[in-house]
Protein backbone atom coordinates (compact mmCIF):
# COMPACT_ATOMS: atom_id res chain seq x y z
CA UNK A 1 0.00 0.00 0.00
CA UNK A 2 1.33 3.23 -0.66
CA UNK A 3 1.42 5.26 2.80
CA UNK A 4 0.96 8.74 1.43
CA UNK A 5 -2.62 9.58 -0.44
CA UNK A 6 -1.76 10.65 -4.12
CA UNK A 7 -4.53 13.11 -4.87
CA UNK A 8 -6.94 13.38 -2.04
CA UNK A 9 -9.91 12.66 -4.84
CA UNK A 10 -11.80 9.64 -6.09
CA UNK A 11 -12.29 9.02 -9.66
CA UNK A 12 -15.99 8.19 -10.18
CA UNK A 13 -15.15 7.92 -14.11
CA UNK A 14 -15.99 3.89 -14.33
CA UNK A 15 -18.28 3.41 -11.65
CA UNK A 16 -20.65 6.41 -13.66
CA UNK A 17 -19.95 4.56 -16.97
CA UNK A 18 -20.76 1.13 -15.48
CA UNK A 19 -24.06 1.86 -13.93
CA UNK A 20 -25.27 3.61 -17.41
CA UNK A 21 -24.90 -0.18 -18.42
CA UNK A 22 -27.52 -3.17 -18.46
CA UNK A 23 -28.49 -4.19 -14.98
CA UNK A 24 -27.49 -7.59 -15.53
CA UNK A 25 -23.58 -6.17 -15.55
CA UNK A 26 -23.48 -5.53 -11.99
CA UNK A 27 -20.22 -4.63 -9.82
CA UNK A 28 -19.49 -3.71 -6.46
CA UNK A 29 -15.69 -1.93 -5.51
CA UNK A 30 -14.06 -3.43 -3.13
CA UNK A 31 -13.21 -1.25 0.30
CA UNK A 32 -10.84 -2.73 1.63
CA UNK A 33 -8.13 -6.02 1.35
CA UNK A 34 -5.50 -5.99 4.53
CA UNK A 35 -2.47 -7.67 3.97
CA UNK A 36 0.39 -8.93 4.79
CA UNK A 37 3.51 -6.37 4.21
CA UNK A 38 5.87 -9.49 3.48
CA UNK A 39 4.05 -12.03 1.41
CA UNK A 40 0.81 -9.87 0.36
CA UNK A 41 -1.35 -12.86 1.40
CA UNK A 42 -4.92 -11.20 2.11
CA UNK A 43 -5.65 -11.54 5.57
CA UNK A 44 -9.78 -9.88 5.36
CA UNK A 45 -11.92 -7.90 3.45
CA UNK A 46 -13.70 -4.87 4.76
CA UNK A 47 -16.84 -3.64 3.72
CA UNK A 48 -16.07 0.11 4.44
CA UNK A 49 -18.86 3.11 4.76
CA UNK A 50 -18.25 6.51 6.51
CA UNK A 51 -20.94 6.65 9.89
CA UNK A 52 -23.89 8.23 9.26
CA UNK A 53 -25.93 6.83 11.40
CA UNK A 54 -26.82 3.44 9.31
CA UNK A 55 -27.84 0.15 10.69
CA UNK A 56 -27.03 -1.87 7.33
CA UNK A 57 -24.93 -2.00 4.36
CA UNK A 58 -25.33 -4.43 1.59
CA UNK A 59 -22.41 -6.60 1.96
CA UNK A 60 -23.22 -10.20 0.61
CA UNK A 61 -20.39 -9.90 -2.44
CA UNK A 62 -18.55 -9.32 0.20
CA UNK A 63 -19.08 -12.07 2.48
CA UNK A 64 -18.97 -14.34 -0.72
CA UNK A 65 -15.74 -13.04 -1.68
CA UNK A 66 -14.22 -13.74 1.62
CA UNK A 67 -16.02 -17.40 1.84
CA UNK A 68 -14.28 -18.21 -1.24
CA UNK A 69 -11.21 -16.84 -0.17
CA UNK A 70 -11.01 -18.40 3.23
CA UNK A 71 -10.36 -14.98 5.08
CA UNK A 72 -12.57 -13.24 7.63
CA UNK A 73 -14.85 -9.76 5.82
CA UNK A 74 -15.89 -7.15 8.11
CA UNK A 75 -18.24 -4.31 8.03
CA UNK A 76 -16.89 -0.92 9.70
CA UNK A 77 -18.52 2.07 9.76
CA UNK A 78 -16.04 5.31 10.99
CA UNK A 79 -17.15 8.60 12.51
CA UNK A 80 -15.09 11.49 11.35
CA UNK A 81 -15.74 14.51 13.39
CA UNK A 82 -16.31 18.40 12.18
CA UNK A 83 -12.31 18.29 11.62
CA UNK A 84 -12.31 15.79 9.67
CA UNK A 85 -10.65 13.14 11.99
CA UNK A 86 -11.80 9.62 12.60
CA UNK A 87 -13.16 9.44 16.06
CA UNK A 88 -15.13 5.88 16.66
CA UNK A 89 -15.22 2.77 14.68
CA UNK A 90 -18.64 0.04 13.96
CA UNK A 91 -17.27 -2.71 14.03
CA UNK A 92 -19.13 -6.31 12.52
CA UNK A 93 -17.89 -9.65 11.74
CA UNK A 94 -19.72 -10.67 8.47
CA UNK A 95 -17.71 -14.00 7.84
CA UNK A 96 -16.98 -16.99 8.87
CA UNK A 97 -19.22 -15.75 11.97
CA UNK A 98 -21.75 -13.09 12.07
CA UNK A 99 -21.02 -10.70 14.78
CA UNK A 100 -23.07 -8.44 16.60
CA UNK A 101 -21.59 -4.70 15.77
CA UNK A 102 -18.99 -3.26 18.26
CA UNK A 103 -17.80 -0.07 18.98
CA UNK A 104 -13.99 0.61 18.92
CA UNK A 105 -12.16 4.06 19.34
CA UNK A 106 -9.19 4.54 16.57
CA UNK A 107 -6.71 3.09 18.62
CA UNK A 108 -8.90 -0.11 19.43
CA UNK A 109 -9.70 -0.69 15.62
CA UNK A 110 -5.45 -0.07 14.85
CA UNK A 111 -4.98 -3.21 17.59
CA UNK A 112 -8.25 -4.88 15.93
CA UNK A 113 -6.13 -4.85 12.65
CA UNK A 114 -2.85 -5.15 14.28
CA UNK A 115 -4.18 -8.55 15.55
CA UNK A 116 -5.10 -9.89 12.12
CA UNK A 117 -1.38 -10.09 11.59
CA UNK A 118 -0.61 -11.72 14.63
CA UNK A 119 -2.26 -15.31 13.55
CA UNK A 120 -0.45 -14.84 9.79
CA UNK A 121 2.64 -16.87 8.74
CA UNK A 122 3.88 -16.47 5.57
CA UNK A 123 3.54 -19.05 3.14
CA UNK A 124 7.41 -19.25 2.75
CA UNK A 125 8.06 -18.65 6.46
CA UNK A 126 5.79 -21.47 7.56
CA UNK A 127 8.12 -24.04 4.41
CA UNK A 128 11.25 -22.95 6.34
CA UNK A 129 9.54 -24.22 9.66
CA UNK A 130 8.25 -27.05 7.81
CA UNK A 131 11.03 -27.80 6.80
CA UNK A 132 13.09 -27.74 10.16
CA UNK A 133 10.44 -29.89 11.83
CA UNK A 134 11.09 -32.53 9.22
CA UNK A 135 15.50 -31.76 9.95
CA UNK A 136 14.50 -32.25 13.14
CA UNK A 137 12.54 -35.35 13.13
CA UNK A 138 14.98 -36.94 11.08
CA UNK A 139 18.43 -35.94 12.97
CA UNK A 140 16.37 -36.93 16.21
CA UNK A 141 15.34 -40.55 14.37
CA UNK A 142 19.25 -40.93 13.09
CA UNK A 143 20.17 -40.49 17.16
CA UNK A 144 17.94 -43.79 17.98
Known amino acids: MTRYEKTWKRDLTYSLWHRKL ?15 AECFEPLAL ?3 ARDVGQKHKPSIVTKK ?5 GIP ?3 VFYKVN ?4 IVAFRVKELYPDESEEIKMTPEEYADFL ?11 KKQEEDRREVRKTIFLADLL
Open 82 to 85: KKGK
Open 22 to 36: EDELTFIDIDACEYC
Open 114 to 124: RRLRRGHTCPS
Open 65 to 69: LARKA
Open 73 to 75: AYR
Open 46 to 48: IEL
